[in-house]
C-alpha cells in the first residue's frame, strides 16, 4: 500500500492541490489577496493559487505530524525575520492563514479537532492515500523498479 510517505511531497502537493479547487468547502477567502503568510514576509504571495496549495501543505502535515496544533503549524510556516542591521530571529507564519485552512478542511470532513490537536479523518487519509497511488503509478512509468510498490 503506498502512503504519503513513499512519493514526493511538492509532487503529493500540486496533485493534492488540483483535487482541492473542485471541492466546495475549499475556498479562497475575500481577505487572502491582501495578506503575507507571516510577519518575516515583505510581500504577499505571487501565485494565484496560493491558498490552495497552502491548504493541502497543511493536511499533509497534518497527516503526518497529527495531531498537530496551530502553533506548531505556525511554527512549521515560519521563516527567518530581517532586523535591519541585527541579526535575523526565527519568526512564526500567520495564524489567521493556518485557522482558516483548517475550519475549511474541517467543514469539508477531511481534518477533524480532538483535545490533543487537529487529526487527519478516514476520508482525509483516503484522498490522501490514493493520491499516493497514483502518482506512484505515474513515477513507475518512468521507473519501472518503482512498480514493486504497487
Known amino acids: 500500500m503506498v502512503t504519503v510517505y ?15 479547487k473542485n471541492n466546495d468547502d475549499i ?26 496549495k497552502r491548504v ?16 506548531k503549524l505556525k511554527g512549521k510556516y515560519g521563516g527567518r ?5 541585527r541579526p535575523k530571529h526565527a519568526a512564526k507564519g500567520s495564524g489567521s492563514i493556518i485557522r482558516e485552512s483548517l475550519q ?11 483535545d490533543e490537536g487537529r487529526v487527519i479523518t478516514s476520508k482525509g487519509q483516503s484522498l490522501l492515500d490514493n493520491l499516493s497511488h497514483e502518482i506512484m503509478k505515474d ?3 518512468d521507473n519501472p523498479e518503482l512498480s514493486k510498490y504497487l
Open 56 to 71: 493541502s501543505a497543511i493536511l499533509r502535515s497534518v497527516y503526518t505530524n497529527g495531531p498537530i496544533g496551530i502553533s
Open 6 to 20: 513513499d512519493v514526493p511531497p511538492n509532487r503529493l502537493i500540486d496533485e493534492l492541490k488540483e483535487e482541492l
Open 81 to 85: 525575520q530581517a532586523k535591519g542591521v
Open 139 to 141: 513515477m513507475a512509468k
Open 27 to 52: 475556498v479562497y477567502p475575500e481577505w487572502a489577496k491582501f495578506v503575507k503568510t507571516g510577519v518575516h514576509k515583505e510581500e504577499a504571495p505571487m501565485q494565484k493559487d496560493w491558498w490552495f
Open 104 to 114: 475549511q478542511l474541517e467543514k469539508a470532513g477531511l481534518v477533524e479537532k480532538t
